[in-house]
């Protein structure tokens, strides 16, 4: 008899690799979004930083690099937000796409565990087939001896 060969094996060999390629994907764009987020904190930190405090004596000068310091972190942490959301579709778009080929992986698989499952059932069947008729011949033979 046969062995069991799923003509599809390719097939779902290289859906695991997509699959196991867009896990990557996904780890990256989350690892882009963790530091993206972590700067963005830090931008914000630094503004809170930068405030002057109540009672503080400054000239000019010091006041003026303050304010323009300030002007920079605002501008760099409204830059750093909308960074912030790109990686967040980022990393929505590759979520969806390791769903995707999550579930066309998972698909495959289940269809050669069916198909596993059908071969298995007709290898049995056909033991039994075989086992039948040499039962049938057997009976036969102790027929024909006893005659």
Known sequence: MKRFKYRLERVLEYRKLVKDEKVREL???NQKLHEDSEKLRELETAELLNRIEEGARLNAAQLQLV????F???GAIAGQVEVV???KEAVEEATAEYVE??????????????KLEEYKEY???EEDRFVDE???????LNRRNRE
């Open 27 to 29: 780890l990256n764009r």
């Open 67 to 70: 304010a323009d310091y300030g």
């Open 72 to 74: 920079r972190l605002r």
């Open 85 to 87: 959301e790109k990686s």
């Open 101 to 114: 080929a999550a579930k066309e992986e998972k698909s495959l698989s289940i269809h050669k565990s069916r």
């Open 123 to 125: 290898v049995q069947q």
């Open 134 to 140: 040499l039962n049938i011949q057997r009976a036969g």
